[in-house]
């Protein structure tokens, strides 16, 4: 039952359902029927709906038939009006007809004419776009055209900002186009050819710097030794310094008058040169040409030397495109390595001082392209790097300079280097690098500088003792005599008053010595100037050069000259009078010295001149070979003696020898009138103390073996013609016989001899008032046994004398007693 139900429900559902979609399609559009029909299609009820479809299909059929019946009269006569019609229709068709093939005709040319119009109208349209297309395209075109002029004029820096703007600005517009792509493509192709050419650039330039920094460097120190010209360019780099600020031109300003330009930045340089229509003409070598400025009174600065723009370029060029440091990395390790080939000096430099010149020019020009770099651009180089690099060649400059200034023996060439040595570090330190260590080296070269003017002035005292005649300056006239007066401090007011012709005690050399110590004096003042020091340091450095010059040049000068072979008594008395007068000049050249510095000599540490002790010295070695000189002559008299010691003849004058050598002595002692009273006292007691011991050594020589009474006269009288000459008084300023006391030895043992007082001698002897004190016991017995063996020799028959053998046995008597004597003294 239930299962009866259910199906009763379902089923009027289903019928009911249908009913709807019955009425759907026949109130809905025939387009919109599909969803309805679809329902349909998805229900299960498929077969009862065409049922009812059909159903309703009947119905409404006969609903038409029904109507069609109800107006057929209607229907009819409408058919036979439409028949009407239809007749007018065809007639109508046909003047349509004909009417359009009348129109097809007529207006075929009208076709023909819009469809050329058309056409036309196309062609009109694609002009009107290409147009359009073509002006976009046209302006990367003119970017790509004027990067690829100024890539041929070498206006690099502009190429890569045209680059970038056809990059970035205008080759985004048109992409699509395939000329594009192939611009995309050779972008990066173009970016590296400019930096290789820019690099080629930077190369060149450094290459040019290199070969011409000589160049820059003379310029810049012509620049250093002019003091208007530092002062300007002192002052610009203490507001460089001060205001590091690159975005602002940095200017050097000129002093009134001048006609230096302003030193630009590199972003200056840059702004002119991409603003400009045409090309900026540049030169490869970065060097430009200023031969036609010489004649121009104006130095010209290092930056109108040098065109920086290769520099600036490459320096903006790699910037832009990222490798700013790769770059800077470039130039610096190219920059040092051009900094130890200039600091690397040529093997010859030492010989001229061109050399030199050309060595510093070089540093200073590598030095003022760099200050300048430093002060124009933005972190190319810095202040360490810079400082680096300067002390690097300030160590090897120096050693350098120590190396080859050691090589220098010509003063002048030291002076010279000395001067081109502080204009060398006056100019270096004008742009800010420190210098002090340069001055240091300066004290050391001075040393140097000393040692090359000792030798010079060596040769030049040398010449002058050498070319000196060793007599007194003749004087014929005021004039001559007033000219001496002023080359040398002498005053001596017994010698004003006499008459012409007269003569100063010194020789030609005494004026020339002192002026050449005052010559010495100026060249030690002039290598003291410009080195910043103290009036005292320059004093102390004076003095002690001049020290040096006294006590050891002009020393050892005056000892060679006394120490010829060859000079003669003459000379050697004048040396000592020239030595006396020098001495007294030196209080003249302490006051010579302390008016060129301008330092009192009572000033606490001052050094004092050495003079007095050097001519004391020289003095001192001329006396002692006066003496020497002297005593050589004696021997060479005492070489002519010729005595014949077995002789039995007695004499009655001295030997011919002596009195040619007494002679001698008396003309050389009245040389000696000039001389200081102990140096003449001195020589005469040293020649008369040489002589008796000469003759007490040829009395007693070993070759002289036997001697008779005859030859002890005749030695007796040469004894007493030297005591007559110490008796005359050759030397003033003897006191009585003090000069004979020089002969008491001999003296006293001739007495004895000739006398035959042994017995006095034997009594007397070892007690102060022996009349023979003077006699030794060895000497006696050396003399006495000559004479014994005399007797025994020469008197065979002696024996049978009586007086003779009481003489034989008296000289054995006294020889045995001599002998007791002297065994006694030496126990």
Not at 176 to 199: A, G, Q, T, W
Not at 736 to 765: G, K, N, P, V
Request: with cysteine.
């Amino acid at each position: 039952m239930e299962r009866g139900k259910m199906a009763e429900a379902e089923s009027l559902e289903t019928a009911a359902e249908h009913e709807r979609i019955l009425r759907e399609i026949e109130s809905t559009d025939t387009a919109c029927i599909g969803p309805t029909l679809r329902s349909v299609y998805d229900g299960e009820e498929h077969g009862r709906f065409m049922e009812k479809l059909e159903t309703r299909i009947r119905n409404h059929d006969r609903e038409i038939e029904k109507m069609c019946n109800f107006h057929y009269q209607g229907f009819v006569d409408s058919i036979t009006e439409l028949l009407k019609v239809r007749g007018e229709a065809q007639k109508l068709k046909n003047q349509v007809t004909d009417t359009n093939r009348k129109l097809q005709h007529e207006g075929k040319e009208l076709v023909i004419a819009m469809e050329e119009l058309k056409q036309c109208r196309l062609q009109q349209r694609n002009i009107s776009a290409t147009v359009d297309k073509l002006m976009l395209c046209l302006p990367v075109l003119e970017m790509y055209s004027k990067l690829r002029d100024q890539m041929k004029t070498k206006r690099h820096y502009p190429a890569l900002k045209t680059l970038e703007h056809l990059e970035h600005t205008y080759l985004p517009q048109v992409s699509h186009y395939r000329f594009c792509k192939v611009m995309v493509d050779n972008i990066p192709k173009l970016r590296e050819e400019i930096k290789d050419v820019s690099m080629s650039d930077l190369k060149d330039f450094l290459e040019s710097i290199r070969k011409h920094s000589d160049k820059i460097g003379e310029t810049a120190m012509k620049q250093g030794n002019d003091p208007y010209v530092a002062e300007d360019l002192v002052c610009p780099r203490e507001e460089a310094q001060q205001q590091r600020n690159l975005d602002n031109i940095i200017f050097q300003q000129p002093r009134i008058g001048s006609k230096r330009k302003p030193k630009k930045d590199a972003y200056t340089i840059f702004d002119t040169e991409i603003g400009s229509t045409s090309p900026k003409s540049e030169q490869d070598s970065g060097i430009l040409d200023v031969e036609d400025e010489e004649d121009d009174e104006e130095v010209p600065g290092a930056q109108d030397l040098v065109d920086f723009s290769p520099v600036y370029r490459c320096l903006h060029i790699y910037s832009v495109l990222g490798a700013r440091e790769t770059f800077e990395n470039y130039y610096r390790k190219q920059r040092r390595k051009q900094a130890r080939l200039v600091l690397q000096p040529p093997s010859n430099m030492h010989e001229t001082l061109d050399g030199y010149r050309k060595y510093f020019n070089q540093i200073v020009g590598f030095f003022v392209v760099e200050d300048h770099i430093l002060h124009t651009t933005q972190g190319l180089v810095n202040r360490a790097y810079i400082d680096e690099l300067w002390e690097m060649a300030l160590s090897k400059t120096i050693a350098a300079l120590r190396t080859h200034s050691s090589y220098c023996s010509d003063p002048n060439l030291v002076l010279d280097l000395k001067n081109l040595i502080v204009l060398f570090a006056d100019t270096l330190q004008v742009y800010g690098f420190p210098v002090n260590q340069l001055f240091d080296m300066l004290l050391e070269i001075r040393d140097q500088y000393s040692e090359t003017l000792l030798k010079k002035w060596s040769g030049i005292f040398r010449n002058i003792l050498d070319s000196d005649n060793y007599s007194p300056i003749p004087v014929t006239s005021e004039e001559i005599y007033k000219k001496v007066v002023g080359q040398f401090p002498f005053q001596d007011t017994e010698l004003e008053k006499q008459p012409f012709p007269k003569k100063f005690p010194f020789s030609e050399f005494v004026p020339k010595v002192y002026n050449q110590i005052k010559e010495f004096i100026y060249a030690c003042l002039k290598f003291s100037e410009d080195l910043h020091l103290s009036s005292t340091e320059v004093d102390d450095m004076i003095r002690k050069s001049t020290n040096l010059l006294l006590t050891r040049t002009l020393s050892s000068s005056l000892q060679n000259v006394i120490k010829r072979k060859n000079i003669g008594l003459t000379e050697l008395v004048q040396i000592i009078i020239n030595t006396t007068h020098l001495e007294k000049s030196c209080k003249y050249l302490e006051e010579f010295i302390t008016n060129i510095t301008n330092v009192l000599p009572e000033t606490v540490h001052t050094t004092k001149l050495y003079g007095t002790t050097t001519f004391k010295d020289a003095r001192h070695a001329a006396e002692e070979e006066i003496y020497t000189n002297l005593n050589q002559k004696i021997d060479q008299f005492l070489q002519l003696a010729d005595y014949d010691w077995m002789t039995g003849d007695l004499g009655n004058k001295a030997s011919d020898y002596l009195v040619d050598l007494i002679a001698f002595l008396r003309s050389t002692f009245a040389v000696f009138t000039h001389l200081p009273g102990k140096v003449a006292q001195t020589a005469c007691m040293s020649a008369c103390k040489h002589l008796a011991t000469s003759l007490m050594q040829l009395l007693l020589e070993a070759e002289v073996r036997q001697l008779t009474l005859g030859a002890l006269q005749q030695f007796n009288l040469d004894v007493r013609e030297c005591e007559q000459f110490a008796r005359s008084g050759p030397v003033p300023g003897f006191q009585e016989d003090t000069l004979q006391l020089a002969f008491i030895d001999l003296r006293q043992l001739l007495d004895l001899f000739l006398q035959w007082d042994w017995s006095t001698y034997l009594a007397d002897y070892g007690q102060p008032t022996c009349k023979y004190l003077r006699v030794n016991p060895v000497t006696a017995l050396t003399l006495l046994e000559k004479m014994k063996d005399t007797s025994r020799k020469n008197n065979m028959f002696a024996q049978f004398r009586k007086n003779e053998r009481d003489k034989q046995k008296l000289i054995d008597t006294v020889a045995k007693q001599l002998r007791g004597l002297i065994s006694s003294h030496h126990s």
